[in-house]
């Protein structure tokens, strides 16, 4: 059988937007917003990223404007929420930040993937791959008046700006795109998780 | 006399334009900014809804940007405001909320149709009609830090998107542009009307 | 020696840079935040402006992006903080608001400048030069979820349209667009720093 790279790909970005969406919905509902609230909430958290990163690499029209099936997919990630509220909130929370940690690392990736292909230089790539697992929920917190968990939160972009350089070097060092993109995936998300149960924290300033 | 559907559509711009920029003064002025916080409050609230469809559905550079008269109209607005601000604050509630809501439409509607010019997917070209409306109010709330009304406030997005359906569903049916946009218009407008006159309110999740 | 515009223009921009990248990283440290949080707010400070305006004269994609130099530049200035904020943190303040006017007025030049070459009219073109020079900072406090310095502050803004405005005006009546440059750069600086000495406000439409 035959790899298709743009396939992986977009399966990656679409469950992406899925958990996304989701998790959106959820901080709408938490911020007892109404059912149109809620929807604005996971379109903009499953969006945002990839969004930004498009109209920056000069993907114009972005692709989830151009392709119904991203809006369909946040659509749909937000009527879960509105419909199965009731079962989607005990959902343990490690089970909550797994599924995040992995929309991250694929959006990451999917990210660096496509601002390379715009050949964008790598440096700027990782930080395009870093922008569009994070643009989303920065955009969220915005929306609900919040300083960004981005800035504030243990290893969150930092995760996904390291899975992104490590798929650029595993694609320098002459692995296939394909692996280079798991290899990077693998790090991005085990860095988050292990930064979560471990309680690992960046340094700040003052503390140097 | 021929019909010419780009100039009506560019008066229903500009209409829309003069009166967000007055809100978004009106807004600066409550806040108590000085003058260059008022006008770029009455940029940003008329201009930002436009700026981001265009982004988004590939036009570029946006038409705001392309044609001075955006500009002029949104800094006439804000000029308006400055120099009689004492008889505007005299204009009744309902008056404001009528002119709103008709700003509201106007946008609806030519953000829809532009971005059907575009060749936007229908479902996607009614979000960015959406957008049009809602979007220079949202980056106004977001200015002066406060939550967007578009999250909270009761039917708002809601019949910008209903008014850009219609219009749709319109123009799917045959019926001219032009008859389209006038129907969606007036869907978006009586919903907008009948929503605040009776108090209707989008359901919050909690209450499903 | 031939004169080079264009090598003029990248200087003032990557001084521009490098100065506002300094001042959002003192605003992460500030703001407690850890080490990406820092990088992250010099990196927006520094760019956001840009970044902006090259989205809205339809240069796609940004220079920024493009080029690597200009994120190596923001990182620098952040690098700076981090390892030096105990020195950083004592240079005295009219210091430190000289460096910021030259920032803004390198950034409101070179700003007005590129949105000329892209022929934006001149009237939007100064708009440009203003959103360059305030658009980082604007970014900045939106991210810390405070209401942004250029609707409350003084003359700063302003200052940026002046400067902006005065080498337009000097170029249409046939001075050398680097003549026209300086001189709307000095009009930007002075006016700034003049506006901080002397406390002078633009008044409210409260008092008018």
């Given at each position: 059988?035959?790899?298709?790279?743009?396939?992986l790909l977009?399966?990656?970005?679409?469950?992406?937007?899925f958990?996304?969406?989701?998790?959106?919905?959820?901080?709408?509902?938490?911020?007892?917003?109404?059912?149109?609230?809620?929807?604005?909430l996971?379109?903009?958290t499953?969006?945002a990223?990839g969004?930004?990163?498009?109209v920056l690499i000069g993907?114009?029209?972005?692709?989830?404007?151009?392709d119904w099936?991203?809006?369909?997919t946040?659509f749909?990630?937000?009527a879960?929420?509105i419909?199965l509220?009731q079962?989607?909130?005990?959902?343990p929370l490690?089970?909550?930040?797994?599924?995040?940690?992995?929309?991250?690392?694929l959006?990451?990736?999917?990210?660096?993937t496509?601002a390379?292909?715009?050949?964008?230089?790598?440096?700027?790539?990782?930080l395009?791959?870093?922008?569009?697992?994070?643009?989303?929920?920065?955009?969220?917190?915005?929306?609900?008046?919040?300083?960004p968990?981005v800035?504030?939160?243990?290893?969150?972009a930092?995760a996904?700006l390291?899975?992104?350089?490590?798929m650029?070097?595993?694609?320098?060092?002459?692995?296939?795109?394909?692996?280079?993109g798991v290899?990077?995936?693998?790090?991005?998300?085990?860095?988050?998780?292990?930064?979560?149960?471990?309680?690992?924290?960046?340094?700040?300033?003052?503390?140097?």
């Amino acid at each position: 059988m035959k790899y298709d790279s743009g396939q992986l790909l977009f399966a990656c970005d679409l469950s992406g937007t899925f958990v996304f969406a989701i998790e959106g919905a959820m901080a709408g509902v938490i911020a007892n917003l109404d059912i149109f609230g809620v929807l604005v909430l996971s379109f903009a958290t499953a969006l945002a990223g990839g969004l930004i990163r498009d109209v920056l690499i000069g993907a114009s029209p972005p692709q989830s404007i151009r392709d119904w099936r991203y809006s369909a997919t946040a659509f749909l990630g937000g009527a879960v929420v509105i419909f199965l509220y009731q079962f989607i909130q005990r959902i343990p929370l490690t089970v909550v930040l797994a599924f995040d940690a992995a929309g991250l690392s694929l959006f990451a990736i999917a990210g660096t993937t496509k601002a390379l292909t715009f050949e964008i230089n790598p440096f700027i790539a990782a930080l395009m791959g870093t922008i569009t697992g994070v643009g989303g929920g920065t955009i969220r917190d915005l929306l609900l008046a919040r300083i960004p968990g981005v800035l504030r939160a243990d290893i969150y972009a930092t995760a996904a700006l390291a899975g992104s350089a490590v798929m650029i070097v595993c694609r320098r060092l002459g692995l296939s795109p394909a692996v280079s993109g798991v290899l990077g995936a693998l790090v991005c998300f085990t860095l988050r998780m292990v930064s979560v149960w471990r309680h690992w924290n960046l340094p700040k300033v003052s503390g140097l």
